[in-house]
T-cell receptor, first 115, second 111 residues
């Protein structure tokens, strides 16, 4: 079956532009996570969606970052007025179960470069 | 102090060697311990998952947890060139929905 997919694979943008990153989770997975991975850094948690509950936005680094999950499936991460420090790989993961026993399945990531 | 510390490497070993990868953590509340493998330009994939102190074995891989020392390890026996990847440890507690990842150790197994 299909895994987690993300688009675009790569995105190059100019400083100050807005970008949208898309995540298609595995069908039926109720939990969806966004992470950011910078060179030499671990995965930095950004935001977590679980079913119809209010998302956990505690990891978003600034108000330029926002995310939506429509219909409990596809999610979009939006970065407004991009800065060079936003350059990173943005990873999405989905999980059938919330909590410690829910294995997270990761997508291939979107590589964002802000010039 | 970071919540999870991991030697970033890179670590190069000859094929067939035993590899030891390690992480230390600071929060004694952490209860779940995972190892992920990440190939270049791919997302991480779960290798091992443990809950308690002790060893867990899966084929050539053994995960070890020492909660008293706040130290976790992943051992790879008879390492293969296909094991060349970045290995990330991840931990979480009983309450959070999120995982704290280490920065990853880049491993190269040379044929």
């Amino acid at each position: 079956g299909a895994g987690v997919s993300q688009s675009p694979s790569n995105k190059v943008t100019e400083k100050g532009k807005d970008v949208e990153l898309r995540c298609d989770p595995i069908s039926g997975h109720t939990a969806l996570y966004w992470y950011r991975q910078s060179l030499g850094q671990g995965l930095e948690f950004l935001i977590y969606f679980q079913g119809n509950s209010a998302p956990d936005k505690s990891g978003l680094p600034s108000d330029r970052f926002s995310a939506e999950r429509t219909g409990g499936s596809v999610s979009t991460l939006t970065i407004q007025r991009t800065q060079q420090e936003d350059s990173a790989v943005y990873l999405c993961a989905s999980s059938l179960l919330a909590g410690g026993h829910g294995t997270q399945y990761f997508g291939p990531g979107t590589r964002l470069l802000v010039l | 102090q970071k919540e999870v510390e991991q030697d970033p490497g890179p670590l190069s070993v000859p094929e067939g060697a035993i590899v030891s990868l390690n992480c230390t953590y600071s929060n004694s509340a952490f209860q779940y311990f995972m190892w992920y493998r990440q190939y270049s330009r791919k997302g991480p994939e779960l290798l091992m998952y443990t809950y308690s102190s002790g060893n867990k074995e899966d084929g050539r891989f053994t995960a070890q947890v020492d909660k008293s020392s706040k130290y976790i390890s992943l051992f790879i026996r008879d390492s293969q060139p296909s094991d060349s990847a970045t290995y990330l440890c991840a931990i979480r507690d009983n309450y959070g929905q999120n995982f704290v990842f280490g920065p990853g150790t880049r491993l190269s197994v040379l044929p």
